[in-house]
């Protein structure tokens, strides 16, 4: 067969890799900016041409490509397209191999390192994977599954291509997200929860704020609130030490509900278990603290990409001045709501804006009633939104980080936001803090 890879990132290597492996006569890689063809293996050609994988008999998508495309569209009526997540999918289910998938808006690469962290406590070895950095065709393909449970963290996009899992899920939360990808807010939904809509009956533990959604989307009777499968004594008996907020001891509920759905006796290894959750840490770029300046924390919440998880990072900080940095590329997300909630906590909370969305939050925050009160300050960069912070934040107080929207109108990505965040930080004189997620 001849195969094709449209979009060499880490899951088009590794979709390059499964081909060459299965002995594919030949493999087409298409992206934007194509590989040097001295750089890849025999048998392999690259272009930036999606006409050139026409005469596939199969072609890899790679998730961040969405297929309401035109092209993609055009390509999926001419040849059999699919995608690297639901390949690797599909053959652990064959396999037998135990699968835990894990998505939701926000939350979701917390909740599945905490489900493999208590199955580990358990005694049950787990694997993490997916979208939260190692393709499922790699864990596949080194055999890192073997003997083991295997959690993946889904994104909207990866769920969107997987219509037959039929393992067990957990959702988190769920808000308007992606909206240039899925179309609309309705198809994000449904392209989120796909993923579950062939698991069997009480097989998906959702949160409580994400259940009347999924309702709309799943068959209710498929879907099991964690109160029913955490014991009491233990949902009471846990402390996230490390991790700030409500929603993140949410997070650890949600995680352990998922345990008990693989058949983890939660009452039995309920100290193991307890303890997993207290020494979990922050994962990078989740309401992190990375550094502190006298007594000033700042706080990288860079993965905070929406409204809705803006609001969580500030009631996880609930109590203590916060300087908010938010902004970036504009997605056409509501912010009104977000606005509504710093004038209502106008005498803890200043605003610091960057551009694109900064400025629709600006105005959105003084447009409503009580935000001119709202300290906020507009303006044109990371440097000068960090230096306009130190110098305005109170003692005692938190700088964060929760842009409310992705990075990519100033940034390769996140990381490299985060990165330039501390950066900045640690050059005004801040020192780095013990265990700091980086």
């Not at 291509?161 to 309705?186: I, S, Y």
Request: net charge negative.
């Amino acid at each position: 067969m001849r195969v094709g890879v449209w979009g060499h990132g880490r899951e088009g290597h590794a979709a390059v890799r499964a081909a060459l492996g299965a002995g594919a006569a030949a493999v087409a890689v298409v992206d934007s900016r194509p590989a040097d063809p001295a750089t890849l293996p025999a048998g392999v050609t690259a272009s930036g041409e999606v006409a050139d994988l026409a005469g596939c008999d199969v072609v890899v998508r790679s998730p961040g490509i969405s297929p309401y495309r035109p092209e993609a569209r055009q390509l999926a009526e001419r040849t059999c397209v699919t995608t690297g997540t639901g390949i690797a999918l599909a053959e652990f289910a064959r396999r037998a191999v135990p699968t835990l998938c894990v998505t939701g808006t926000k939350g979701k690469s917390t909740t599945s390192a905490l489900a493999a962290a208590a199955l580990e406590a358990a005694g049950r070895p787990a694997v993490h994977a997916g979208n939260i950095g190692t393709p499922l065709l790699d864990v596949l393909l080194d055999g890192a599954a073997e003997g083991r449970t295997l959690v993946v963290e889904i994104s909207s996009y990866q769920a969107a291509a997987v219509p037959d899992f039929a393992g067990r899920g957990a959702l988190t939360t769920l808000a308007p997200e992606h909206l240039d990808w899925h179309g609309d807010e309705a198809t994000y939904y449904r392209d989120k929860l796909r993923v579950f809509t062939a698991c069997p009956p009480r097989s998906v533990v959702v949160s409580p704020q994400a259940r009347p959604l999924a309702e709309r989307y799943l068959d209710p009777a498929q879907l099991v609130d964690p109160g029913e499968l955490v014991p009491a004594e233990l949902a009471a008996a846990l402390r996230p030490e490390h991790l700030l907020g409500e929603h993140n001891l949410g997070n650890a509920r949600l995680a352990l509900a998922a345990c008990a759905l693989l058949g983890v006796d939660l009452a039995a290894s309920a100290g193991a278990v307890a303890a997993a959750v207290g020494a979990f840490r922050a994962l990078p770029h989740r309401l992190s603290p990375v550094a502190r300046l006298g007594d000033v924390t700042f706080v990288d919440d860079t993965l905070s990409t929406t409204p809705v998880s803006v609001l969580a990072a500030l009631d996880a900080l609930a109590g203590r001045p916060v300087t908010l940095v938010a902004g970036g590329q504009d997605r056409g997300l509501d912010y009104t709501g977000l606005a509504a909630a710093l004038a209502a906590r106008s005498d803890t909370v200043s605003l610091v804006t960057v551009p694109d969305t900064g400025v629709r939050l600006a105005a959105d925050v003084r447009r409503v009633a009580g935000g001119a009160a709202v300290a906020v300050h507009e303006t044109a960069s990371l440097d000068e939104a960090v230096a306009t912070a130190i110098g305005t934040t109170a003692p005692g107080g938190v700088v964060l980080l929760s842009p409310g929207a992705p990075s990519y109108n100033r940034f390769r990505n996140y990381e490299e936001l985060a990165a330039r965040f501390t950066e900045l930080v640690l050059a005004a004189g801040a020192t780095v803090l013990p265990g700091a997620a980086r």
